[in-house]
């Protein structure tokens, strides 16, 4: 998705780059499926009658920071304000993929179908060549897979057939509560600490956007909601929704932005 300096801008890039690809098989489920003008959902007081609730089991946990919480609560607030109601109390089941089943595609298959369709192009051709010539952050070392991990499971796997089935269940659990609930987003922090500097494995890292959104494959829109730590550090709120539902979540997060109006534009880029 884009990442830009306004929802506004976000959503010009995004009405471009939406819809099907067909170097990238997940979007082959929006085949057929019409295209809305989402510079429509532009509305300053979108936030009026909606119902959003609080996902506390994205960012609750032992490490979570009390800043983090509090400028949360503060835009719970705001959004009331605007003319949201705020449900509490939601919990999601919580879905379990097949024990054993293995790994379908994953880093090391996907970087090098990516490399291989580049061909000649690219500087190097497979994962195991990044590894071998050491350019990159020695904070990363450890994440990278070595030449003698395997490379992967191919869509047609039983992996992957095992990874769809999986996230097909955990999408039917958001949607059964928020259907439940009549709610038209979930709400939480996007990260539950605040972000630490490069080569910093020790600090407590809460990055909540790495399971609900993508593993549901649903929609999510993360907006500024403040600052921490003597007011420098920025963080977000992420705003998930159904499948298909990004014109509610860009409306919704678009006039969380227009009440609360958190982003400070860095010195070196004014604009």
């Given at each position: 998705?884009?990442?830009?300096?306004t929802?506004a801008?976000?959503v010009a890039?995004?009405?471009?780059?939406?819809?099907?690809?067909?170097e990238?098989?997940?979007t082959?489920r929006?085949h057929?499926r019409a295209?809305?003008n989402?510079k429509?959902s532009l509305?300053?007081?979108?936030?009026?009658g909606?119902?959003v609730?609080?996902?506390?089991?994205?960012?609750?946990r032992q490490t979570t920071?009390?800043?983090i919480v509090?400028?949360?609560m503060?835009?719970?607030e705001?959004?009331?304000?605007?003319?949201a109601e705020?449900?509490?109390?939601l919990t999601?089941e919580?879905v379990r993929?097949?024990?054993?089943?293995?790994?379908?595609?994953?880093?090391k298959y996907d970087m090098n179908e990516?490399?291989?369709a580049?061909?000649?192009?690219a500087p190097v051709h497979t994962v195991?060549e990044?590894?071998a010539s050491?350019?990159?952050d020695p904070?990363?070392?450890?994440?990278?897979?070595q030449?003698t991990?395997?490379?992967?499971n191919?869509?047609d796997?039983?992996?992957?057939?095992a990874d769809?089935?999986y996230?097909?269940?955990?999408?039917?659990?958001i949607?059964k509560?928020?259907d439940?609930?009549?709610?038209?987003?979930l709400?939480?922090?996007?990260w539950s600490?605040?972000?630490?500097?490069?080569g910093?494995?020790?600090?407590?890292?809460g990055?909540?956007?790495?399971?609900?959104s993508p593993t549901?494959g649903?929609?999510?829109?993360?907006?500024?909601?403040?600052?921490?730590?003597?007011?420098?550090l920025?963080?977000?709120?992420?705003?998930?929704?159904r499948?298909?539902?990004e014109?509610?979540?860009?409306r919704l997060?678009y006039?969380?932005?227009?009440?609360a109006?958190?982003?400070r534009?860095p010195?070196?880029t004014?604009?």
């Amino acid at each position: 998705g884009p990442m830009a300096r306004t929802v506004a801008d976000a959503v010009a890039v995004f009405q471009v780059i939406v819809g099907e690809d067909p170097e990238d098989p997940m979007t082959a489920r929006s085949h057929g499926r019409a295209i809305p003008n989402y510079k429509a959902s532009l509305i300053p007081n979108g936030l009026k009658g909606a119902r959003v609730g609080i996902l506390r089991q994205a960012y609750e946990r032992q490490t979570t920071d009390d800043e983090i919480v509090k400028v949360f609560m503060q835009a719970l607030e705001d959004m009331r304000k605007a003319g949201a109601e705020v449900v509490d109390g939601l919990t999601i089941e919580q879905v379990r993929r097949q024990q054993g089943a293995g790994t379908c595609r994953g880093f090391k298959y996907d970087m090098n179908e990516y490399l291989a369709a580049r061909g000649q192009k690219a500087p190097v051709h497979t994962v195991d060549e990044i590894v071998a010539s050491g350019k990159f952050d020695p904070s990363v070392k450890a994440r990278l897979p070595q030449p003698t991990a395997a490379a992967g499971n191919g869509p047609d796997s039983e992996a992957c057939k095992a990874d769809q089935a999986y996230r097909e269940a955990f999408g039917a659990a958001i949607t059964k509560v928020m259907d439940q609930e009549r709610l038209d987003a979930l709400v939480y922090p996007t990260w539950s600490n605040p972000p630490r500097a490069i080569g910093d494995l020790t600090s407590p890292g809460g990055d909540n956007s790495q399971i609900y959104s993508p593993t549901s494959g649903f929609p999510a829109i993360n907006v500024p909601m403040g600052y921490t730590r003597d007011n420098q550090l920025p963080i977000g709120i992420t705003l998930l929704g159904r499948a298909w539902d990004e014109a509610r979540l860009i409306r919704l997060g678009y006039a969380y932005e227009q009440a609360a109006k958190h982003r400070r534009a860095p010195v070196s880029t004014p604009g």
